[in-house]
């Protein structure tokens, strides 16, 4: 399992919260939140680690993760 320094874990909530608030607030439920949460741990084990980078590819998945949940 990769190890991540605080200051990265600190980039990736960030783009965590960030990415949560394009999500319309009534399809914003925990399971959502954790889709994207693994994107951007999987973008940060494949070297992405700026906050741009994070975000990116965690809204990148929006339109994937909400088709499933519907």
């Known amino acids: ?5 605080p200051e990265l874990i ?5 783009a965590l919260d960030a990415v949560m608030t394009q999500i319309p607030a ?8 954790a889709h994207m949460a693994e994107f951007i741990l999987k973008a940060a084990a494949q070297g992405q680690t700026t906050y741009e980078d994070l975000l990116a590819a965690a809204s990148d998945q929006i339109q994937t993760i909400l088709s499933m949940v519907t």
Do not use: C, F, I, L
């Open 26 to 33: 009534d399809r914003a439920t925990p399971g959502v939140k």
């Open 10 to 14: 600190q980039t990736m909530r960030a």
């Open 1 to 5: 399992m990769p190890s991540y320094s």
